[in-house]
């Protein structure tokens, strides 16, 4: 395989006695999409934190792109073009898409808000993620379908040039039809040459949309295997029970 | 053809809006429509010039207290002291101008000032301490209060004789310079709009809100018009002993605070930053907005308008009393901010709203008046119009929300 854009090294997080993260390897690699699976407490959202900065690991290197880096706070994230969308998504339904995928980053012509250059930004964004669902970039965030929003926040994420997308249980609120269409985003995210990291609970999802897949189990992980190497059967076992027949030497 | 497919088609989606719970300035505006055809049908001092003019003055304290109010009810937060700190600050104006002989000119900045520290106080209890503004301000109401009774002294009034601060509330601009100083805005207007227009159409962006902007537009400034002519009309009873004419100069004093709030909240990043708060305060830190700061400047601009409040207090009353600002003015005003259509629940309104429901309030208050209905009805309609316009705006959140 291809040097991973994002990988990191024999990660360990503690939260004062528990040890959460045990020895962590992750890779994620450009153009694909890992998915990363594991029960509830397996240590999924805490390896997601400390990549988006806002855990810091006690041990453990970090590679970007094949260079050593630290990652101290959200915004050295952001910095690397590490992008984080979050379950709830965290939009403001009083404002609309365009300002929703702004916030807090402006662009401005002198004081004022250059709204013009927004709009049109906003709207190659969404062009480049083949979505045409939405009426019109001015509408407010409140009216939209739960899939729309999940759309808009994950143009947010990617607005940026960013190279790294991290989605926390993208498709979990969503019914089957608004699921595929995300999905389908997902997809196309990839496809732009973007390393997508997807959370899920539902391995039907995850099948679909995955080139890799990470298991955990109870802090550490179990494997990260190709997804035409397994059956969603074996995942299920890593899942479970930390390891799997199909998967040789993948545990530790 | 295609023009009235676009003016349909922006009508549709205008209703289509209000439909789904945005109805921002509709009920005041049609309540105001309202109770004008009522009071002008049941008395004839109603709609004369003289009582319009009365009118503006009557409402413009309790609106610019209302403007201010307007950014700190946008956080989903209130300002309970805010007619006390309008009073606190007018004191400061009188004392410094009466008996410490400073010119208008610099008494002023320094009472706005002052409001603005009273403003950063409140601002840091509420977002630093993170104590409900409810609480706080409710301590400063009194606080102030006392504050207020300590300056002024109990039972007494200071007189105020500075010609300047006078004359906002009792002198009026030239009938020259009143149709200088419409058409000057009016021109301001249009062409700002039409810039916008301008800029949209070259980044390649279209829109059909065109055709609808015209409409607006064109009522607006016909609007303008009607009432600076009605202004300019002879007024006194006794024209040979004084002539009263032109546009009181409260009026563009509001003009320019009106101006200013709203580029503040709908062109610069912090007015984009204080909707986001009221929206989705989480959201809003998440995308690394300071949101600390953004209440306590809220606050602060909150305090700074009702010293401007103050001073126009002052100047109605020819002198500060420890009374100024109290009883019903804060009240009146957190009324008017929601009449014209801003949100209780944060995230939701405009200053031009305030001024929407300013008028609303000022009008219930002198149309009564007029007809000689008792104060205790005055306070009971009042009352019913806020809690009309508060369901409104409860049912448009519910609107809103089922989508």
């Known amino acids: 395989m291809a040097t991973p854009i994002l990988s990191l090294r024999q990660v360990n997080k503690s939260f004062g006695p528990v040890h959460v993260l045990k020895d962590v390897n992750f890779d994620a690699y450009a153009g694909k999409v890992t998915a990363l699976v594991g029960d509830n407490g397996a240590g999924k959202s805490t390896l997601i934190k400390c990549i988006a900065g806002i855990y810091t690991p006690e041990t453990g290197e970090f590679l970007f792109e094949g260079n050593k880096v630290t990652i101290a706070g959200p915004r050295d994230a952001t910095a690397l073009g590490i992008e984080i969308v979050y379950q709830d998504l965290a939009l403001c339904d009083n404002l609309d898409i365009v300002h929703n995928m702004f916030l807090g980053r402006e662009e401005k012509s002198g004081v004022t808000l250059n709204e013009s250059h927004m709009e049109s930004l906003a709207k190659k964004t969404l062009d480049g993620l083949s979505v045409r669902t939405v009426k019109s970039i001015r509408q407010k965030v409140a009216s939209l379908s739960g899939g729309q929003r999940q759309t808009v926040a994950i143009a947010r994420a990617v607005l940026w040039n960013s190279k790294v997308v991290i989605l926390d249980e993208p498709t979990a609120a969503l019914g089957v039809a608004q699921t595929e269409q995300v999905l389908k985003l997902v997809r196309q995210l990839a496809d732009n040459g973007l390393a997508v990291i997807v959370i899920s609970h539902n391995l039907n999802d995850v099948f679909q949309v995955a080139d890799n897949i990470a298991a955990m189990y109870l802090g550490t992980m179990a494997a990260q295997v190709d997804k035409k190497s397994v059956s969603p059967g074996d995942v299920v076992k890593l899942i479970t029970t930390g390891k799997s027949e199909a998967v040789s030497g993948a545990t530790k | ?403």
């Open chain 2, 1 to 403: 053809m295609s023009e009235q497919i676009t003016i349909e088609k922006s009508l549709r989606d205008w209703a289509s809006r209000v439909k789904a719970g945005q109805v921002g300035a509709l009920p005041a505006i049609l309540g105001l429509l309202v109770l004008c055809i009522a009071f002008s049908s049941q008395s004839n001092v109603f709609l004369t010039p003289g009582n319009f003019a009365n009118l503006l003055t009557q409402a413009a304290a309790i609106t610019v207290i209302a403007m201010g109010l307007v950014f700190v009810l946008l956080l989903g937060e209130i300002d309970l002291s805010a007619g006390y700190a309008a009073g606190v600050c007018g004191a400061i104006l009188v004392i410094m101008i009466t008996e410490m002989d400073y010119a208008w000119y610099v008494a002023l900045p320094a009472s706005i000032l002052i409001g603005v520290v009273l403003g950063a106080f409140i601002g840091y209890l509420v977002a630093q301490l993170r104590i409900p503004s409810f609480v706080v301000t409710l301590a400063t109401f009194l606080a102030f209060q006392g504050l207020l009774l300590l300056l002024v002294s109990e039972g007494g009034t200071i007189r105020i004789e500075d010609p300047t601060i006078l004359a906002v509330q009792n002198k009026n601009l030239p009938v020259a310079a009143s149709w200088i100083f419409f058409s000057l805005t009016a021109g301001a207007y249009v062409l700002s709009g039409l810039w916008k227009f301008a800029r949209r159409r070259k980044a390649g962006l279209v829109d059909n809100l065109f055709k609808f902007w015209l409409i607006k537009t064109a009522m607006l400034v016909s609007l303008g018009g009607l009432a600076t002519l009605a202004l300019t009309v002879e007024r006194s009873n006794n024209p040979d002993l004084v002539s009263l004419r032109g546009i009181p100069y409260v009026v563009p004093v509001i003009l320019v605070l009106l101006v200013g709030a709203t580029f503040v909240l709908t062109r610069t990043s912090f007015g984009l930053h204080l909707y986001a708060v009221g929206g989705n305060a989480e959201a809003a830190r998440r995308a690394g907005i300071n949101v600390r700061m953004v209440r306590i400047s809220a606050f602060m601009i909150c305090s700074g308008f009702a010293a401007v409040a103050g001073m126009i207090f002052v100047s109605r009353a020819n002198s500060i009393s420890p009374t100024t600002g109290g009883s019903s003015t804060l009240l009146y005003a957190v009324g008017a901010a929601v009449i014209g259509g801003t949100s209780l629940f944060g995230g939701k309104g405009k200053v031009s709203d305030a001024i929407l429901g300013g008028l609303v309030v000022a009008v219930i208050d002198n149309g009564m008046a007029l007809l000689g209905y008792p104060a205790g009805i005055k306070f009971m309609v009042t009352g019913g119009v806020l809690l009309l316009s508060a369901s409104i705006d409860a049912f448009s959140r519910r609107g809103a929300t089922a989508t």
